[in-house]
């Protein structure tokens, strides 16, 4: 299925794809990304979504995917890591934080570390408002290949492979987020994208 994200309804039929454990392809203030509901305990369903979307993108079982969150005070619900002030005013916008996980956070199979980003777009931090929880995000390509930047070109590689593709028109030279991990207790950036560090 298609939607414009200009579409008045596009907020929650999104939502509703993806609390059904729906795939889909989502705009973000970066470039277009792969996103399913990230699973916590206590919910009634658990869809693994994580999984799903590495099958699509042929992507390893080891690589770790980004998860967004709606509001930046968000982070301190999965990290006692100290984030610098620094790194949180840049939020929300293009800058992913990797963080050391608390030993209950309420995310299933949790990693011992998580990327998280607060997205700079306001339509998709309604989304994950709405969803409850986190949202997976990846870029939208094949395992090694480079990041489609168009809709027809998304449209025509993964159209049978997702439940949802949201529009947002092309994304022609959109750099990925800025990648920094806390690790150690210091800043390192891992990717330089449209954030500067």
């Known amino acids: 299925m298609m939607l414009q994200k200009c ?11 993806l609390k059904n454990g ?15 509901i990230v699973d916590m305990e206590g919910s009634d369903k658990i869809y693994h979504t994580d999984v799903h979307i590495r099958a699509v993108k042929g992507r ?37 934080i990797i963080v050391t996980c608390k030993k209950n956070v309420p995310i299933v199979d949790k990693p011992a570390t998580v990327a998280f980003r607060c997205p700079g777009d306001a339509w998709i931090r309604a989304v994950i408002q709405k969803c409850g929880s986190p949202i997976f995000s990846t870029s939208v390509n094949r395992s090694g290949q ?25 994304k022609k ?16 950036v891992l990717r330089q994208g449209t954030v500067i560090i």
């Open 7 to 17: 579409d008045g309804e596009s907020i929650d039929k999104t939502v509703a794809c």
């Open 22 to 36: 729906g795939i889909a392809v989502l705009p973000t203030d970066t470039v277009y990304g792969f996103s399913g």
């Open 60 to 96: 390893s079982e080891t690589k770790p995917l980004i998860q967004l969150i709606a509001c930046p005070e968000d982070i301190t619900k999965y990290t006692d890591d100290v984030i610098p002030q620094s790194l949180l005013d840049k939020w929300p916008g293009a800058l992913t």
């Open 146 to 170: 480079p990041v489609l930047d168009t809709v027809d070109e998304i449209q025509r590689e993964f159209g049978a492979e997702v439940d949802l593709i949201v529009s947002d028109g092309d």
């Open 173 to 188: 030279g959109a750099l990925p987020s800025t990648l920094v991990s806390l690790a150690g207790g210091t800043i390192k």
